[in-house]
């Protein structure tokens, strides 16, 4: 193990980056079922883990604007592998962790099952599409980089922390909440500046929006480059930073959220099976292979 997986290792407290995601059903569960089939589902009455809360400690502390605008410069020459779409998907299925076999997904799994969900609903297939590329950007653990970096909630930098997001108190650790430049309410931005000029906390959302970027429509690129912007799709919190048009296409991630957060089946989808769908499906939008 190089130094830097090491180091990585050591900062990524939780057994399996799928626990965020537990804790984001936790925090936000399926309105409108049949309790019997809520608890089919998930426990939602089990209290946040330590290791979700050790997770959020580190998250909060260290993602500052200085760190975000590092990581775009790192990664974002997408200079690092050259692979087809179902490659990658592949790719990220070999991100071996500690998670439970029973109740964990493979991370190919729900990606095919987001993306079916989707399609049994009949949306377009680009929204298809979205849904299956939709995590993708996890691959930037196989490039040693920390869950912190790579999951969680994000949230705006360089402007005041909302207390809309998840466990705000752990805020007050950021470098970026002493600064006076950054601290106020708009920070480095100004007045409905609109979302592309905003850095949020750095993660798989902005990488695999970066990586598709030019290929699908506008609504599927807000689908993934915001998706785990809760803050925002689901607590109201920084609409002053948004434009209009940013306030429209928000309906599109939030439509796209159930599917993400809700679309687990009770048979595992066949990636055999479904593959020639998907293969014509990346063919219509996506180059032959992707920079990652
Ligand atoms: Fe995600
Ligand atoms: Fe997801």
């Avoid at 130094?3 to 050591?10: G, L, T, V």
């Avoid at 179902?86 to 799994?109: F, G, I, K």
């Avoid at 939709?134 to 970096?149: I, M, N, R, S, T």
């Avoid at 500046?193 to 970066?210: A, F, M, P, Q, R």
Wanted: charged letters at 25%; proline letters at 7%.
């Amino acid at each position: 193990m190089s130094e830097e997986s090491r180091a990585a290792k050591e900062h990524s407290p939780l057994k399996s980056i799928g626990e965020w995601e537990e804790d984001v059903l936790r925090r936000y569960p399926e309105s409108g079922k049949t309790p019997k089939a809520k608890e089919e589902f998930r426990n939602y009455a089990a209290p946040p883990r330590a290791t979700v809360r050790e997770f959020y400690r580190i998250n909060h502390t260290y993602q500052t604007l200085e760190f975000v605008q590092q990581k775009k410069k790192q990664f974002l020459s997408l200079n690092r592998k050259n692979m087809s779409t179902w490659e990658a998907m592949e790719y990220l299925n070999t991100l071996v962790d500690d998670s439970d076999p029973d109740t964990d997904l493979s991370q190919l799994q729900h990606l095919l099952q987001t993306a079916e969900a989707i399609r049994a609903d009949g949306h377009p297939d680009w929204f298809v599409l979205t849904g299956l590329l939709h995590d993708l950007g996890k691959v930037l653990c196989l490039f040693g980089e920390p869950q912190w970096a790579v999951v969680g909630d994000t949230f705006a930098v360089g402007c005041a922390f909302s207390d809309k997001v998840v466990y705000p108190e752990y805020f007050q650790q950021n470098p970026d909440d002493r600064n006076p430049a950054y601290r106020t309410r708009l920070g480095v931005y100004e007045e409905g500046c609109g979302l592309d000029k905003v850095h949020l906390s750095w993660g798989h959302d902005e990488y695999i929006y970066n990586v598709v970027k030019g290929h699908l429509p506008e609504e599927g690129l807000y689908m993934l480059r915001y998706h785990s912007f809760y803050a925002a799709h689901r607590e109201g919190a920084y609409t002053y930073l948004m434009n209009e048009h940013d306030k429209r296409m928000f309906e599109w991630v939030r439509r796209f959220n159930p599917y993400d957060l809700y679309s687990k089946s009770p048979v595992p989808p066949d990636p055999v099976a479904l593959r020639p769908y998907y293969d014509a499906l990346i063919a219509k939008y996506l180059p032959a292979k992707l920079r990652l």
